[in-house]
DNA sequence: TTCCTGGTTT
DNA sequence: AAACCAGGAA
């Protein structure tokens, strides 16, 4: 690590206390509800978190009862045919994540006894579980005193400490750490989380509504009422990528689940222009293979038009 | 840091 | 068509 040209300046510390007071006051007030916030069991925890990773809150709150009621804890889960896992992830996106939880229930059951660690670094060493999952699992689930750090967060404590840039993650973590209210990390993190999704958002921030205010560097400068300041290099196209094909290639195999679907199939449905060239989606469903996400049979993997492919068992 | 992922929004 | 969201992994 090195010194950077531009070093933060030294500035009066914010009166901390006070802002933990404001900011869970607001959260008293107007925080969210959600069904995983209405109880701390650490399975249920964990499959919330997987599920929020990357998919929107509105779209993760209907999959979550249906999950819950198929696989209620960590030993049905883990004993559960792969297929019907990935079946329940239908709608959220991200279908990896259904193996993931899946191989993380099996790593609980065999290396745990079936108990959800509370530890952060079990937790982050589950399959799909990174530094945020396993923070919101040790916090939400554990009343562990830790910070809990999504990109929200980053974007209020950036706001808040820093006004101009994004703090770097190393940066974000010791800020996070000092601004935690003690004794209080579970409302505290969830209510940064609720600040971020509903008052300091990206685009247009509803500053006077901000129980972070008075003390916000970001505003005190005035840069809420500037043009959106980050911006995002490239992006490729979806139309087309791969990612859609591979999305609607286990679309269609949670439709034909037990008996799989053939080769030639498979590419109509997804290309269905018609291409004669299998080796595209051949590499796609290797791909997918190695992820587990489906089973191919020889000649599929060899690219035989009649090769078989089906979720795994 | 950069890439990957699966959709939605603009 | 492009931008965006938001994590994990390499």
Request: glycine content about 8%; proline content about 6%.
């Given at each position: 690590m090195r010194a950077k040209a531009s070093k933060p300046r030294a500035r009066s510390k914010p009166d901390l206390a006070k802002v933990h007071d404001r900011v869970l006051a607001w959260f008293e007030e107007h925080g969210r509800s959600f069904p995983w916030r209405e109880h701390r069991d650490p399975y249920q925890t964990l499959v919330a978190e997987m599920m929020l990773q990357q998919t929107q809150t509105g779209r993760v709150a209907p999959a979550y009862g249906t999950f819950l009621a198929k696989f209620p804890d960590v030993r049905t889960l883990a004993h559960a045919p792969a297929m019907e896992v990935i079946q329940a992830w239908r709608?959220?996106?991200?279908?990896?994540r259904a193996v993931d939880l899946q191989r993380s229930a099996q790593a609980i059951e065999h290396e745990y006894g079936g108990v959800v660690p509370s530890d952060l670094k079990a937790l982050r060493a589950?399959?799909?579980?990174g530094d945020y999952s396993a923070s919101a699992v040790a916090c939400f689930?554990?009343?562990?005193?830790v910070p809990v750090v999504d990109v929200n967060v980053r974007r209020v404590l950036s706001r808040a400490a820093r006004a101009s840039d994004e703090l770097s993650l190393d940066e974000t973590r010791r800020v996070a750490a000092e601004w935690l209210a003690p004794g209080e990390a579970y409302r505290w993190n969830q209510a940064l989380m609720d600040v971020g999704a509903?008052?300091?958002?990206?685009?247009?921030?509803?500053c006077a509504q901000c129980p972070l205010k008075a003390t916000c560097e970001y505003r005190a400068r005035g840069l809420?009422?500037?043009?959106?300041p980050e911006r995002r290099p490239k992006q490729s196209p979806f139309e087309g990528s791969s990612r859609q094909k591979r999305g609607g290639i286990i679309d269609h195999l949670r439709d034909t689940a037990g008996e799989g679907v053939s080769l030639s199939v498979l590419a109509k449905v997804i290309?269905?222009?018609?291409?004669?060239?299998?080796t595209w989606l051949v590499e796609l469903l290797e791909g997918l293979e190695r992820e587990g996400l489906v089973e191919m049979t020889p000649g599929a993997r060899r690219g035989s038009a009649r090769g078989i492919v089906r979720l795994p068992g």
């Amino acid at each position: 690590m090195r010194a950077k040209a531009s070093k933060p300046r030294a500035r009066s510390k914010p009166d901390l206390a006070k802002v933990h007071d404001r900011v869970l006051a607001w959260f008293e007030e107007h925080g969210r509800s959600f069904p995983w916030r209405e109880h701390r069991d650490p399975y249920q925890t964990l499959v919330a978190e997987m599920m929020l990773q990357q998919t929107q809150t509105g779209r993760v709150a209907p999959a979550y009862g249906t999950f819950l009621a198929k696989f209620p804890d960590v030993r049905t889960l883990a004993h559960a045919p792969a297929m019907e896992v990935i079946q329940a992830w239908r709608g959220l996106g991200y279908n990896r994540r259904a193996v993931d939880l899946q191989r993380s229930a099996q790593a609980i059951e065999h290396e745990y006894g079936g108990v959800v660690p509370s530890d952060l670094k079990a937790l982050r060493a589950l399959p799909g579980v990174g530094d945020y999952s396993a923070s919101a699992v040790a916090c939400f689930a554990y009343d562990r005193q830790v910070p809990v750090v999504d990109v929200n967060v980053r974007r209020v404590l950036s706001r808040a400490a820093r006004a101009s840039d994004e703090l770097s993650l190393d940066e974000t973590r010791r800020v996070a750490a000092e601004w935690l209210a003690p004794g209080e990390a579970y409302r505290w993190n969830q209510a940064l989380m609720d600040v971020g999704a509903m008052i300091c958002r990206i685009d247009k921030p509803l500053c006077a509504q901000c129980p972070l205010k008075a003390t916000c560097e970001y505003r005190a400068r005035g840069l809420n009422k500037g043009p959106r300041p980050e911006r995002r290099p490239k992006q490729s196209p979806f139309e087309g990528s791969s990612r859609q094909k591979r999305g609607g290639i286990i679309d269609h195999l949670r439709d034909t689940a037990g008996e799989g679907v053939s080769l030639s199939v498979l590419a109509k449905v997804i290309h269905p222009n018609g291409h004669k060239d299998l080796t595209w989606l051949v590499e796609l469903l290797e791909g997918l293979e190695r992820e587990g996400l489906v089973e191919m049979t020889p000649g599929a993997r060899r690219g035989s038009a009649r090769g078989i492919v089906r979720l795994p068992g």
